[in-house]
Nanobody, 115 residues
């Protein structure tokens, strides 16, 4: 069974940076497309970034230029580097693994952007 464990969340000031990590276990990491999603308070979960098996990336306009997703297949880990953080980036951030429509989620990590 695939398991995903996020880490790296916390409190950061506006304009600051944060790197989230997600460790994958239970299957062959390199087979999976990976993604980061977030759920702001009172809102629906939304895509932050995705990276395919062959390292192609996709970002929605809301974070493009401020976020970078990467993966290290040797460490079974996907990362999300976020810069120039804004209060509206405050959310629970979730890691997602997808293989042919079968998706798995981590438990989430809280990111709070506040002065």
């Amino acid at each position: 069974q695939v398991q995903l464990v996020e880490s790296g969340g916390g409190l950061v000031q506006p304009g600051g940076s944060l790197r989230l990590s997600c460790t994958f276990s239970g299957s062959i990491f390199s087979f999976y497309g990976m993604g980061w999603y977030r759920q702001p308070p009172g809102k629906q979960r939304e895509l932050v970034a995705r990276i395919t098996r062959d390292h192609k990336t996709y970002y929605p306009d809301s974070v493009k230029g401020r976020s970078t997703i990467s993966r290290d297949n040797a460490k079974n880990t996907v990362y999300l580097q976020m810069n120039s953080l804004k209060p509206e980036d405050t959310a629970v951030y979730y890691c997602n693994a997808d293989l042919n429509g079968s998706g798995y989620w981590g438990q989430g990590t809280q990111v709070t952007v506040s002065s």
